[in-house]
């Protein structure tokens, strides 16, 4: 049997520990490792599944009954933690000690034209508005929680209250400057951030303008 204390997590987080480091198991299995009735590991099992979590599959012997095995799914990754983002900065680390600032902002700037090329399409026969909600969209699925608004001067402006990469980027800034440049280019406007999380602020924030507008002031002052 397992020694769990109350200090490592809630029933459920110990049963999803244990299929993920001993699985597949049975209701029985579970039982006797956690130290608690089957009707309890069972209740908890049959959620997990409803959840998409867990799923179960039956493996006939050649004598009695037939097992049923429970496994973790996909799905269930995410609730197990990443260090994506140190293994990230040390990679970038490596080769900024190795071959130098340079090398590490060529491959901002190829991580930039790689998504320029995948999301410039999106953005064909639209207008800027269209451009701007799309963009939105794209930031969304990235994890970054942005929203969009129009402001009465017809510009526009899109904060993001995530940022997926801000242990880089609060080391590395050239991975701001390239999620600058492609806006631009992806929305073909000019863009101005006012606010940035890397630098502490409360959310990265991008002020857009129709190019012609700007053009149109400039050319007053």
């Known amino acids: ?15 999803m520990t244990l299929l993920k480091t001993k699985g597949p198991l049975t209701i029985g299995a579970l039982a006797e490792e956690l130290g608690i009735t089957e009707m309890g590991v069972r209740r908890h099992v049959l959620q997990l599944e409803q959840e998409g979590l867990a799923k179960t599959k ?8 037939p097992l049923h ?22 990679l970038l680390r490596e080769l900024d ?3 130098g600032l340079e090398a590490v902002n060529t491959l901002f700037e190829g991580r930039r034209r790689r998504m320029l090329t995948q999301y410039a399409p999106m953005m064909e026969r639209r207008n800027l508005e269209e451009r701007v909600a799309e963009l939105s969209s ?18 526009y402006v899109i904060r993001e209250y ?21 806006f631009e ?14 630098e502490g602020g409360q959310c990265c924030r991008y002020a857009i303008a129709p190019k012609n507008v700007t053009d149109k002031t ?4």
């Not at 794209?138 to 510009?155: H, K, L, P, T, V």
């Not at 242990?167 to 701001?176: G, I, M, N």
């Open 218 to 221: 400039s050319e007053k002052s």
């Open 185 to 198: 280019e992806l929305l073909d406007a000019k863009v101005t951030r006012s606010e940035c999380m890397a």
């Open 1 to 15: 049997m397992m020694k769990m204390g109350q200090e490592n997590g809630s029933t459920r987080h110990l049963i």
């Open 162 to 182: 995530n940022c997926p990469i801000r242990q880089v980027a609060t080391q590395y800034r050239k991975a701001c400057q390239c999620e600058h440049s492609l």
């Open 138 to 155: 794209i930031q969304n699925a990235g994890g970054y929680m942005a929203e969009w608004n129009r402001e009465e001067d017809g510009s």
């Open 69 to 90: 095995m429970y496994s973790l799914t996909e799905k269930s990754e995410e609730y197990f933690p990443k260090s994506y983002h140190n293994l990230a900065l040390e």
């Open 58 to 65: 039956v493996v006939r012997q050649a004598m009695g009954r």
């Open 97 to 99: 000690y190795g071959s």
